[in-house]
């Protein structure tokens, strides 16, 4: 079946650790984004990548890093940098051809730091 | 900078019934989407119903209509024939472009929950 795969589902994360979310597609979409969800609020954009190798700053990109190596995966790392990591992370991905312009989610990540 | 607004945190209906959901949004831009998503206590966030900004006729999908009032910069979702499974987060969502050649980002609302009761 076509669709976004994140994994892990659930993540713990020792204080100073990095972690790497992963996300993957099988869409063929160009555009592919992560977003952070606390409680209480809506998404918040982190980072987007339109094209193979290229990617922008979303909202919140500080202490996260991000890479774009091939069309179909879009790995997030939490850094040591970010101050408060816990949260729910969702993976997004789009196609601008056409009548596309929708962006579609995963099924999403908890990230806990213990 | 663009900016949703729901206004409604808590909302509840009887099943059957018929509900809607508030959403503003504030922008500059002329050539925008709007959406509406939900997400079940699963969190996975289910595209509902979508609406381009150049369209005057509202979109319909089922029971999920919208209601877009352009000049007003109003998005609100109505549910009719309320069911059990609509129980859920539902979060407005408004589209423009990025700062990146063809690529789009989405602003979100804080969501409404909606509690269907039986």
């Known amino acids: 079946d076509g669709g976004i795969t994140q994994s892990p589902k659930y993540l713990f994360r020792k204080e100073g650790q990095n972690v790497t979310l992963s996300c993957e597609q099988n869409?063929?979409?160009?555009?592919m984004y992560w977003y952070r969800q606390d409680p209480g609020q809506g998404l918040r954009l982190i980072y987007y990548?339109?094209?193979?190798?290229?990617?922008q700053k979303g909202d919140i990109a500080e202490g996260y890093s991000v890479s774009r190596e091939k069309k179909e995966s879009f790995p997030l790392t939490v850094t040591s940098a970010q101050k408060n990591p816990t949260a729910f992370y969702l993976c997004?991905?789009?196609?601008?051809?056409?009548?596309?312009?929708?962006?579609?989610f995963g099924e999403g990540s908890w990230l806990t730091v213990v | 900078a663009q900016t949703v607004t729901q206004s409604q945190p808590e909302m509840s209906v009887q099943e059957a019934e018929t509900v809607t959901l508030s959403c503003t949004y504030d922008?500059?831009?002329?050539?925008?989407?709007l959406f509406w998503y939900k997400q079940p206590p699963s969190r996975q966030m289910i595209l509902v119903i979508r609406?381009?900004?150049?369209?005057?006729q509202n979109a319909t999908e089922n029971r999920f209509s919208v209601n877009f009032q352009k000049a007003a910069k109003s998005f609100s979702l109505k549910i009719s024939d309320s069911q059990l499974g609509d129980t859920a987060m539902y979060f407005c969502?408004?589209?423009?472009?990025?700062?990146?050649?063809?690529?789009?980002?989405?602003?979100f609302g804080k969501g409404t929950k909606l509690s269907v009761i039986p």
């Open positions: 997004a991905s789009s196609t601008n051809r056409g009548s596309g312009n929708t962006i579609y």
């Open positions: 869409l063929n979409h160009d555009a």
């Open positions: 990548s339109q094209i193979v190798n290229d990617f």
């Open positions: 922008t500059s831009e002329s050539n925008y989407y």
């Open positions: 609406q381009e900004a150049y369209k005057q």
């Open positions: 969502a408004f589209m423009t472009r990025g700062s990146g050649a063809g690529s789009y980002q989405l602003t």
